[in-house]
């Protein structure tokens, strides 16, 4: 696994393999973890929606020579961040870009809040929301009472790991909801790159 310590306000961080004894290679934003292979982070996606209902969609572009062992860095709800490996049915879904999305809800239907993030697997000719599949850790709380209904600008990709959004059902994406597992704070790509 990779690894590191999340700063608020880093915008680039250095993270290499457990015990591989790599290192920084001296650009601040790669690490190599075995020759031949490197680590590059990128914190800014290509494109991001925040879509009227649960979903907050995040689209890459994939870098040349990038391998399907690269690692989605999220942090969700009550969890600490931590990377994500890729369903090669979500990777190989096009084969310049890799659509993903972080899925937040206040009330799941069952009484519960939670959040997770998803990846587009390639069902249909374009991703529709329902055709994600749910990847990575399911954070969720039971319901118990209301939330604040603050309005808010976008903070979850906004490089600021401690800003968060959460969906709250029915009115949208606000911030400082009570239902801190609904909470989306921030992602990144950590892309493994080959030759």
């Known amino acids: 696994n990779l690894n590191s310590e999340v700063v608020e306000g880093v915008q680039e961080e250095i993270f290499v393999e457990e015990g591989s004894g790599g290192g920084d290679s001296g650009e601040g ?7 031949g292979k490197k680590w590059v982070y990128q914190e800014d996606a290509d494109e991001e929606i925040a879509y009227d209902a649960f979903y907050y969609l995040i689209n890459y572009t994939k870098p040349d020579k990038a391998s399907n062992e690269s690692l989605w860095l999220v942090k969700h709800g009550r ?5 994500v490996t890729i369903p090669s049915s979500c990777w190989d879904a096009y084969p310049d870009k890799l659509v993903l999305a972080l899925y937040s809800n206040s009330n799941d239907g069952t ?7 998803a990846c587009y697997n390639g069902i249909n000719t374009a991703p529709n929301l329902p055709d994600f599949l749910l990847i990575g850790k399911e954070d969720k709380e039971s319901w118990g009472g209301s939330g604040t209904t603050d309005s808010s600008p976008t903070y979850i990709t906004d490089g600021n ?3 968060h959004n959460s969906w709250q059902q029915p009115l949208g994406w606000k911030k400082d909801f009570n239902k801190h597992s609904t909470r989306l704070y921030e992602e990144a790509m950590w892309w493994e790159i080959i030759g």
């Open 79 to 83: 969890l600490d961040p931590y990377n």
């Open 29 to 35: 934003e790669e690490g190599s973890s075995e020759p």
């Open 111 to 117: 009484g519960g809040a939670l959040s997770r993030p």
């Open 161 to 163: 790991w401690s800003t």
